[in-house]
């Protein structure tokens, strides 16, 4: 059984009408198909059927996301960057971040930040959204983008 903590979405969330896409990173496919799973999951919630993308890493997500974001209402991101031993870490991690803020700003499209920055294996494993993880980040940052386009939409 899972102990997988699943953030509740907001209740009477009117999603009708949204389309969605998940742009997902290859790297470290065990933790993936746990945030994809998520992500997916969040959206059938919803009762939207997501388009996925996948890409090489974490890297090439802004990029993808940009591309969606000018079809799609929301766009989710998945990755996971595990630290190593070089500064190479911290400039993924912030390229990734810094590109995935500008699409959501530039495009005036909702961005759900599924991108795992961890430590090590059990961090990424604690919030993949897998049967023991204690955290669901996939379902979280896709029901953080639905609920952000429900929001602008109402905004006049």
């Keep these: 059984m899972s102990t997988t903590k699943t953030p509740a979405p907001t209740p009477n969330l ?6 969605a896409a998940i742009v997902a990173a290859t790297w470290h496919a065990r933790f993936m198909d746990g945030l994809i799973a998520g992500a997916e999951r969040a959206c059938a919630d919803a009762g939207i059927e997501p388009l996925l993308v996948r890409v090489p890493g974490a890297f ?8 969606l974001a ?5 766009v989710v991101a998945l990755g996971v960057v595990i630290r190593g031993e070089s500064p190479h870490f911290d400039y993924v991690c912030r390229a990734a971040t810094d590109g995935l803020t500008r699409v959501a ?18 961090q990424a494993f604690d919030r ?4 023991g993880s204690r955290e669901d980040s996939g379902y979280a940052a896709a029901i953080a983008a639905l609920e ?4 602008l939409r109402r905004l006049p």
């Excluded at 009117?14 to 389309?19: E, I, N």
């Excluded at 090439?60 to 591309?67: F, G, I, K, M, S």
């Design 60 to 67: 090439e997500l802004p990029v993808v996301a940009d591309r």
């Design 14 to 19: 009117d999603t009708s009408g949204l389309s």
């Design 70 to 74: 000018q079809t799609y209402d929301v």
């Design 148 to 151: 952000t386009a429900v929001a």
């Design 105 to 122: 700003l530039d495009r005036a499209t909702p961005v759900g930040f599924g991108l795992l920055t961890c430590d090590n294996d059990q």
């Design 128 to 131: 993949a959204g897998l049967d």
